[in-house]
């Protein structure tokens, strides 16, 4: 008796511990945002107290969300992705391995929080409808995944032949659709999907004994990033909603018991859609327990919970977002666009991108694997630096097309063609890691408040909000395919330069390396 008692003490102390540390990487990827706006909002652009109050509501609640939901997927759906796939794999059943990766693939993208957001956001492809089909993307590139694991197939090549796909059926599909398809991709490697994917492609590849199986393994954020830009594009030839026009809608409260009154009748709404969004993916887990895992005690246990913590958390979020934190993203970048202070429009968009990314708690979880994988050849520094510049660029090239109109297809075509090109001069790992590296760098807040911050600056002006304003995430998911990359090959011209001298080096940061490359 005294024993359970000490034990239930401890994991409650380590269940608070988790808590507030996953809470405190959430405050620290959210309060950098909210400073700058504070900032914004009281020396160069007022705006309304009540959207700035509801703007300080929603940012604690995405707070809370965030922390709660980190430690759900950190507790419960990493588990559940490698205990199935591990299972999966034993039973050596290809068909029944390839189709429970794609009902997987389908149930956890329609649980991601950053794809909810933007299936709400965009005006002319009904919610339900975006969410189905970027979830069948994803489910059908997860048997892709799974062939390539169990296989090794050459991720290069597949990589190659998919983006062409892609580009041929970018040049004839509608253009509403272009920028739409390409943030889906961004948003569906999000905080859900990417620990999901990331332990159960680990737990398929343990089964293979070779050398190769653990770089195998990566990779397959990059695969599943594409299924939403194939089915999105495709989706453009068949599904018209001509009078749909997107916009933002300006929020006022006439009081404080208004602006709660606002947040307490979301609540139950956001509470039965995450619930249906979660349902598929416990029913699949139940019926796994039953027949393969019949997991016992308190792994069981841990793993409910978790699930507990992700659907509290996704619900807090979601309100957070929808209710208070996006509404004054959206004024005040229209208020800037409107103004005299219109020349502030894109390097503060490079400001906020440079703080969004340095304080993305995922960055440091991509920095250790790349230190792992290049046993600590490349620091950490290193990647976060070239990191910050990527998506400081990216949001300056997005506020850029608000500005002046471009297509997004100049910026996508040749940034990938380099990313790809790239990939024949590092070794496969890091092109795997590059391509896996979208998923971190587009978080939570370039598509909930980016977005709407640019959906605001086009608005006002006047421009065409679909294809000007939506392809920030397609964006900011696409740098790091390329600063990765070149991080890379500088890492091999230098090792090949200290192998053929004969000297050993120390670590070397990003401004050393490139001065070495010129």
């Given at each position: 008796?005294?024993?359970?008692?000490?034990?239930r003490?401890?994991?409650?102390?380590?269940?608070?511990?988790?808590?507030?540390?996953?809470?405190?990487?959430?405050?620290?990827?959210?309060?950098?945002?909210?400073?700058?706006?504070?900032?914004?909002?009281?020396?160069?652009?007022?705006?309304q107290?009540?959207?700035?109050?509801?703007?300080?509501?929603?940012?604690l609640?995405?707070?809370?969300?965030?922390?709660?939901?980190?430690?759900g997927?950190?507790v419960?759906?990493?588990?559940?992705?490698?205990?199935?796939?591990?299972?999966?794999?034993?039973?050596k059943?290809?068909?029944?391995?390839?189709?429970?990766?794609?009902?997987?693939g389908?149930?956890?993208?329609?649980?991601?929080?950053?794809l909810?957001?933007?299936?709400?956001?965009?005006?002319?492809?009904?919610?339900?409808?975006?969410?189905?089909?970027?979830?069948?993307?994803?489910?059908?590139?997860?048997?892709?995944?799974?062939l390539?694991?169990?296989?090794?197939?050459?991720?290069?090549w597949?990589?190659?032949?998919?983006?062409?796909l892609?580009?041929?059926?970018?040049?004839?599909?509608?253009r509403?659709y272009?920028?739409?398809?390409?943030?889906?991709?961004?948003?569906?490697t999000?905080?859900?999907?990417?620990?999901?994917?990331?332990?159960m492609?680990?737990?398929v590849?343990m089964?293979?004994?070779?050398?190769?199986?653990e770089a195998?393994s990566?990779?397959l954020?990059?695969?599943?990033?594409?299924?939403?830009?194939?089915s999105?594009?495709?989706?453009g030839?068949f599904?018209?909603?001509?009078e749909?026009?997107?916009?933002?809608?300006?929020?006022?409260?006439a009081?404080?018991?208004e602006i709660?009154?606002?947040?307490i009748?979301?609540i139950p709404?956001?509470m039965?859609?995450?619930?249906?969004?979660?349902?598929?993916?416990?029913?699949?887990?139940?019926?796994?327990?039953?027949?393969?895992?019949?997991?016992?005690?308190?792994?069981?246990?841990?793993?409910?919970?978790?699930?507990?913590?992700?659907?509290?958390?996704?619900?807090?979020?979601?309100?957070?977002?929808?209710?208070g934190?996006s509404?004054?993203g959206?004024?005040?970048?229209?208020?800037?666009?409107?103004?005299?202070?219109?020349?502030?429009?894109?390097?503060l968009?490079?400001?906020?991108?440079?703080f969004?990314?340095?304080?993305e708690?995922?960055?440091g979880?991509?920095?250790?694997?790349?230190?792992?994988?290049?046993?600590?050849?490349?620091?950490?520094?290193a990647?976060?630096?070239?990191?910050?510049?990527?998506?400081?660029?990216a949001?300056?090239?997005?506020?850029?097309?608000?500005?002046t109109?471009?297509?997004?297809?100049?910026?996508?075509?040749?940034?990938y063609a380099?990313a790809?090109g790239?990939?024949?001069?590092?070794?496969?790992i890091?092109?795997?890691i590059?391509?896996?590296?979208?998923?971190v760098?587009?978080?939570?807040?370039?598509?909930?408040f980016?977005?709407?911050?640019?959906m605001?600056?086009?608005?006002?002006?006047?421009?065409?909000?679909l294809s000007?304003?939506?392809?920030?995430?397609?964006?900011?998911?696409?740098?790091p395919?390329?600063?990765?990359q070149?991080?890379?090959?500088?890492f091999?011209k230098h090792?090949?330069?200290?192998?053929?001298?004969?000297?050993?080096?120390?670590?070397?940061?990003?401004?050393?390396?490139?001065e070495e490359?010129?």
């Amino acid at each position: 008796m005294r024993g359970d008692i000490i034990r239930r003490s401890v994991d409650f102390e380590t269940h608070h511990t988790a808590i507030v540390e996953k809470t405190r990487e959430a405050a620290i990827s959210v309060l950098p945002i909210v400073a700058i706006v504070i900032v914004l909002c009281l020396f160069v652009m007022p705006m309304q107290a009540d959207l700035l109050l509801c703007f300080l509501i929603g940012a604690l609640m995405i707070i809370a969300g965030m922390g709660l939901f980190s430690l759900g997927a950190e507790v419960a759906m990493m588990p559940i992705g490698s205990k199935i796939g591990t299972a999966l794999t034993k039973t050596k059943n290809l068909p029944l391995i390839l189709g429970v990766s794609f009902l997987l693939g389908f149930a956890i993208t329609v649980a991601e929080p950053d794809l909810q957001v933007l299936a709400q956001t965009v005006p002319h492809i009904k919610s339900s409808v975006l969410l189905i089909t970027v979830g069948v993307g994803v489910g059908f590139f997860m048997t892709v995944c799974m062939l390539r694991i169990l296989t090794g197939a050459s991720l290069r090549w597949l990589l190659i032949a998919c983006y062409a796909l892609i580009f041929v059926l970018a040049a004839f599909t509608d253009r509403n659709y272009l920028s739409i398809a390409f943030d889906s991709g961004g948003v569906t490697t999000g905080p859900m999907t990417v620990p999901f994917i990331l332990a159960m492609g680990l737990g398929v590849s343990m089964i293979r004994s070779d050398r190769s199986a653990e770089a195998d393994s990566f990779g397959l954020v990059a695969l599943c990033s594409i299924g939403p830009i194939l089915s999105v594009l495709i989706l453009g030839f068949f599904y018209n909603d001509s009078e749909a026009t997107a916009g933002v809608s300006a929020a006022a409260f006439a009081d404080t018991r208004e602006i709660g009154s606002a947040f307490i009748s979301a609540i139950p709404e956001y509470m039965a859609e995450m619930a249906v969004a979660l349902l598929p993916i416990v029913a699949i887990f139940l019926i796994f327990q039953l027949c393969l895992l019949r997991l016992h005690g308190r792994p069981l246990a841990k793993i409910l919970i978790g699930i507990v913590y992700t659907y509290v958390g996704l619900v807090l979020f979601l309100t957070g977002v929808n209710v208070g934190f996006s509404t004054l993203g959206a004024s005040l970048g229209a208020a800037l666009a409107e103004s005299g202070a219109k020349w502030l429009l894109i390097p503060l968009s490079m400001l906020l991108g440079w703080f969004i990314i340095s304080a993305e708690p995922a960055v440091g979880v991509l920095e250790k694997q790349i230190e792992q994988v290049s046993a600590g050849a490349i620091p950490g520094r290193a990647i976060k630096l070239s990191l910050s510049v990527a998506i400081a660029l990216a949001m300056g090239i997005a506020m850029l097309r608000v500005v002046t109109g471009i297509s997004i297809m100049w910026f996508l075509v040749p940034g990938y063609a380099i990313a790809l090109g790239l990939s024949f001069f590092v070794p496969d790992i890091y092109t795997a890691i590059a391509f896996d590296s979208g998923g971190v760098a587009s978080g939570p807040m370039t598509a909930t408040f980016m977005l709407q911050f640019m959906m605001g600056a086009s608005t006002a002006l006047g421009g065409n909000v679909l294809s000007d304003a939506f392809g920030v995430v397609a964006i900011v998911a696409m740098m790091p395919l390329l600063s990765i990359q070149v991080v890379g090959v500088l890492f091999e011209k230098h090792a090949k330069r200290s192998e053929a001298n004969e000297e050993v080096y120390g670590d070397l940061d990003i401004i050393e390396l490139w001065e070495e490359a010129i």
